[in-house]
Nanobody, 119 residues
Framework: MLLLESGGGLVQAGGSLRLSCAAS????????MGWYRQAPGKRRELVAI??????NYANSMKGRVTVSRDHAKNTVYLQMSNLEPEDTAVYSC???????????????WGQGTQVTVSS
């Protein structure tokens, strides 16, 4: 299973961005898809995750982000608004699923996309 993110870039503070992540390759099932971010010198942290109809958001981004999924396209989106310079990070997509009926659940990661928010 491969994950490919798109939509990152440079935006001014207060602006918006929409990230997309499409899963491809061998996919039997995907239980969860979500977004994490890692800023320079900091640990990777959860931004938002969608599982079985439920969504969870990091407290630092509640009210400013919305995660959504297109199950038919195996794609997850992250709509971000009112961005702050502190949101600058590499945003990575993650999926938890199985590649075949007999394969165990596993976690898959994309390469990440840079989001830079200028002040």
């Amino acid at each position: 299973m491969l994950l490919l993110e798109s939509g990152g870039g440079l935006v001014q503070a207060g602006g918006s961005l929409r990230l997309s992540c499409a899963a491809s390759g061998s996919i039997f099932s995907i239980d969860a898809m979500g977004w994490y971010r890692q800023a320079p010198g900091k640990r990777r942290e959860l931004v938002a995750i969608s599982t079985s109809g439920r969504t969870n958001y990091a407290n630092s981004m509640k009210g400013r982000v919305t995660v959504s999924r297109d199950h038919a396209k195996n794609t997850v989106y992250l709509q971000m608004s009112n961005l702050e310079p502190e949101d600058t990070a590499v945003y990575s997509c993650s999926a938890r699923g199985a590649t075949t009926r007999s394969a165990p659940q596993d976690d898959y990661w994309g390469q990440g996309t840079q989001v830079t928010v200028s002040s």
